[in-house]
Nanobody, 125 residues
Framework: QVQLVESGGGLVQPGGSLRLSCAAS????????IGWFRQAPGKAREGVLS????????YFMDAVRGRFTISRDDPENTVYLQMNSLNTEDSAVYFC??????????????????WGRGTPVTVSS
């Protein structure tokens, strides 16, 4: 059974940083496309980034490019979303998602098969 569990969300001041984690069981991330999405209250879920094997290409939404990075811990089967220079518009529930890799990045939520339950991020002074 595939399970994704996000953690690391919380309250942070503008300009601060957070690192979110997404731990997987029932699959190995090395064979999957990894996506991070976020959903703010009253808004649609939007793609933050997509990371695709085997070439390791990553695509970021414009609003986070240069501030967010993704990394992976293969032995722990965990991916991390490092978020720097956070602003109030980054406040949302953040979700990780995954689907079997086909070499393409994916930004549509419909393209993903497995989802975590999300972790909330609040950027506020």
């Amino acid at each position: 059974q595939v399970q994704l569990v996000e953690s690391g969300g919380g309250l942070v001041q503008p300009g601060g940083s957070l690192r979110l984690s997404c731990a997987a069981s029932g699959l190995h991330f090395g064979q999957y496309v990894i996506g991070w999405f976020r959903q703010a209250p009253g808004k649609a879920r939007e793609g933050v980034l997509s990371f695709s094997e085997p070439n390791g290409s990553t695509y970021f939404m414009d609003a986070v490019r240069g501030r967010f990075t993704i990394s992976r811990d293969d032995p722990e089967n965990t991916v991390y979303l490092q978020m720097n220079s956070l602003n109030t518009e980054d406040s949302a529930v953040y979700f990780c998602a995954t689907v079997v890799a086909d070499g393409l990045i994916k930004f549509r939520k419909e393209d993903y098969d497995y989802w975590g339950r999300g972790t909330p991020v609040t950027v506020s002074s």
